[in-house]
């Protein structure tokens, strides 16, 4: 028993950065494909000042915090939704393995992986919607 507790924590410890990483790539293509931008140049900057965000500022969550929620280069307010978005897209894979995860692997990463999926689906629908009945 103990032993798989220690294995699904570890598991969700892997796991958590992968969720974090898939939410923050998530943001930046809803960010940049409704707007006909790529996803890939130019790298990822403040559309205020254009600042490019080095290494220490595309650390999801963490790098907001450390930046007190502010763009580096201008101090703009950076919209709170983001980290949200990338913590809950960590958690969405990560708990389900907390959960069950070594005793039942198949089912807590096809649960994990299928709510990232349906949450960044909801939102980017959202997000469309939202952008047309306003613009």
Do not use: K
């Not at 103990?2 to 969720?19: H, Q, S």
């Not at 595309?58 to 978005?85: F, K, M, N």
């Amino acid at each position: 028993m103990t032993g798989e507790i220690l294995c699904n924590l570890v598991g969700a410890v892997f796991l958590l950065p992968l969720g974090l990483a898939l939410g923050s790539f998530f943001e930046l293509v809803l960010d940049r494909l409704p707007r006909g931008e790529s996803v890939l140049w130019p790298p990822s900057h403040c559309r205020i000042c254009s600042h490019r965000l080095g290494p220490g500022e595309l650390i999801p969550v963490l790098s907001y915090l450390a930046q007190h929620g502010r763009c580096a280069g201008c101090d703009t307010p950076i919209d709170r939704g983001i980290p949200l978005r990338e913590a809950l897209s960590g958690a969405a894979l990560t708990l389900p393995w907390a959960v069950v995860g070594c005793s039942a692997p198949a089912v807590a990463l096809g649960v994990g992986t299928g709510a990232l999926l349906v949450g960044w689906l909801a939102f980017g629908v959202r997000a469309v919607s939202g952008r047309r009945s306003s613009g």
